[in-house]
């Protein structure tokens, strides 16, 4: 396209693949290049093509921790929720643009609990050492779900949740999904949560095998803070992982802190928000399909 200045990642650029294909060279050389975690590119890209699968477009979701440009999400991959454009027609695949929900999330490190060798993530700087009130923090912007889950150990996850700062409950299982409406239909969904339309401003909590019948899971108001930590009574640690990216391990004394972001990701439409959900429903996730039930067939329909 005229006057486009297209920037693609520097390793795709570096795949034997493309970087041997000699038809291509003279195009690659009018791309411009960029590295995840050295590379800024949040104020220079308006517009974002993603080809793959979910998983491409969660991954294009997380290079932008602020404002993300709208997506046009190509359908390359196995399953395709969210990317519901077919390659083979992307000439005349532009419509209308809607918004998607993302979590902003907050990690608060207690310095007291280990030492931590010096890093630098997100701006963040992690330090070596014990000391009394160091505390280190990282803030993250998650399109599907936040899970904290028991990692490799054989005890039950033992973590209270928060809500507004208030206790609501502890949740005792293999760990607890806090996800948008668009990550309803991937993991929480999977762990019996119900499936909740993009366009809906809520955030559910889903209990992974909790150690109770009665935990089901529920849908909270958006703009809530959620806050998860270990119980006093936890007899490990727990893992936490953002849009199954970034995991580490929480510790006593760890928060995680969970909210609406103020920074959606802009998505183009195939047909309309509600068509493209419901299609994506039926197409990827089979749902209600079932042998249709026949009508009754009366005596006199019968001679």
Known sequence: MKNMIVYVERKVLEDPTIAGDEAFQSTMNKFCTFSEDLDDISNQVDFIICLGGDGTLLYASSLFQESVPPV???HLGSLGFLTPFNFDTYQSQLNQVIEGNRLRVRVQKDGREKKMTMVEENGVILTN???EGIHKAAQYQVLNEVVVDRGPSSYLS???LFLDGHLITTVQGDGVIVSTPTGSTAYAVAAGASMIHPNVPAIL???ICPH?????PI???AGVEL????SSEARNTAWVSFDGRKRQEICHGDSITITTSCFPVPSICFRDPVTDWFESLAQCLHWNVRKKQHHLVSEEEEF
């Open 158 to 160: 033992n973590v209270d």
């Open 205 to 207: 909590i889903t209990p």
């Open 72 to 74: 046009m999400a190509f």
């Open 212 to 216: 109770s019948l009665s935990f089901r």
């Open 129 to 131: 050492g014990e000391g």
């Open 227 to 230: 806050k998860i930590m270990l």
């Open 219 to 221: 849908v909270v108001p």
